[in-house]
């Protein structure tokens, strides 16, 4: 079973358990922040349908990969300050190995296909960087 959602509301970190079942016997959760790099604020953009159909890509290859019971990718757009979430990946596996390597899969090829654009704001100053590949 696997879900993934672009939204612009902050992350419900109680989210992370639904329908976990009684195969699983690991659940990996990777919760990626707003960091503070000197910005008041940041702010993301993506282009929603392209960036669903990447992840929704990078899914079924992690299934295909890993025997896997839960996907769940949550990722936000929109003004965002420090300490708030980004992004919440879950894996679900009967073996926390499998979920290791499954959650580390998503991260990495999410920062590198997904269209994903960043504005970090300094006072009155933007500066737009591409998201990927941190």
């Known amino acids: 079973m696997s879900m993934y959602r ?40 993506t282009d929603k349908e392209e960036a669903e159909k990447e992840i929704h890509k990078i899914i079924s290859e992690a299934e295909e990969k890993w025997d896997l019971t839960r996907v769940q990718v949550i990722h936000r757009y929109g003004p965002m300050k420090v300490g708030e979430v980004i992004v919440l990946i879950t894996v679900a596996s009967s073996h926390r190995d499998v979920g290791y390597a499954a959650s580390r899969y998503l991260i990495d090829e999410l920062k590198v296909r997904v269209p994903i654009w960043k504005a970090e704001l300094f006072g009155d100053k933007v500066r737009w960087v591409p998201g990927a590949g941190e």
């Open 6 to 45: 672009m939204q612009e509301e902050p992350i419900d970190l109680s989210q992370v358990f639904e329908n976990v079942g009684p195969d699983t016997g690991a659940v990996l959760i990777f919760a990626g922040t707003v960091r503070n790099d000197g910005m008041d604020v940041l702010r993301l953009e």
